[in-house]
């Protein structure tokens, strides 16, 4: 395809509209994603039900479990299924048939029965949309046996990663971010592979490791961090479930020190997942204790300034960067 400048709704519009154009198995099914409903809440799927009809773009009831089971039941029948959950603690109500069903049937079929569905949703903090509608749950799917977890931070890996996404053979969890919607940048429809995290700058002093919208936080971080003498490399992770271990061992192995950011809590986070992994393997290579930055141990806050507070910040991460940086 030609070089389109897009932002992150349009990236992802066109993945599905390429892939459903490509395969007639590839179907959408969520709340409101039909063109009578302006094709969701941000219109994400606006134009799909116009050009493929509302059999292959179903907008459906208020029920998660619904759209789930549907999704499921239709993967198990040779489609390939794109789940909308609205917003990610939405996703709570599904989880039974997330995890017991959809992220299992590989392993209780001995191989036999995939279940190729994408499950879309969206969160983020900054908007005052309060402690139910803005949680980063992905800890909880990144846990569980037989799921994919990705979460782009920009159009191009949107794009490429939903194409991924949509030929993989299991389930994949689709992680979008509200406050990175409207970013835009020049579209190529590059396939990202699952699994793939990738340096965004490069730097000999620290390593950032971020994935969502902490990687924009990150490298203005790493931008300031220039003016004090700190060369710091961002590593975007893009694929949270399975993470690339090579290419954040390989960066922390050559800076020495590491600073793992999320945008969910911190407590129990990937955060702790991969800073275990990095003491593990370089323990002896490290130059300072490995950081964590996440979200504060609360829901998140509804008033303006708490929940300003409550996720990391550019400023957090190089206060972070400046504190390891001296040892």
Known sequence: MEMQKLNAIQAINLAID?????????????????????????????????????????????????????????ALGGYKPIAEIMLMNFMTVAMDMITNHAAK??????????????????????????????????????????????????????????????DDPDPVIF??????????????GEIVPIGQAKIVRKGADVTIIAHSLMVGHSLAAAESLTKQGIDAEVVDLRTIAPW?????????????????????????????????VINERLFGRLKAPVQRLGGMFSAVPFAKPLESAYAPSAAAIEAAALSIAKE
């Open 18 to 74: 390429h892939a459903m154009a490509a395969d007639a198995k590839v179907l959408v099914l969520g709340e409101e994603v039909g063109d009578f409903e302006e094709g969701g809440i941000l219109g994400v799927t606006k134009g799909l039900s116009t050009k493929y009809g509302s059999d292959r773009v179903r907008s459906t009831p208020i029920s998660e479990q619904a759209i789930i089971g549907a999704a499921i039941g239709a």
């Open 105 to 166: 049937l590989r392993f209780m079929s001995g191989g036999q029965t995939g279940v190729p569905i994408v499950i879309r949703t969206l969160t983020g903090t900054g908007f005052g949309n309060g402690g139910q509608h803005s949680d980063y749950l992905e800890s909880w799917f990144a846990h569980t046996p037989g799921l994919k977890v990705v979460a782009p931070s920009n159009p191009v890996d949107a794009y490429g990663l939903m194409r991924s996404a949509i």
């Open 175 to 188: 992680i979008e971010n509200l406050a990175s919607y409207w970013n835009t940048a020049e579209v190529s």
């Open 244 to 276: 690339d271990q090579e290419a954040v061992l390989a960066s922390v192995g050559k800076t020495g020190r590491a600073i793992v950011v999320h945008e969910a809590v911190r407590e129990h986070g990937i955060g702790a997942e991969i800073s275990a």
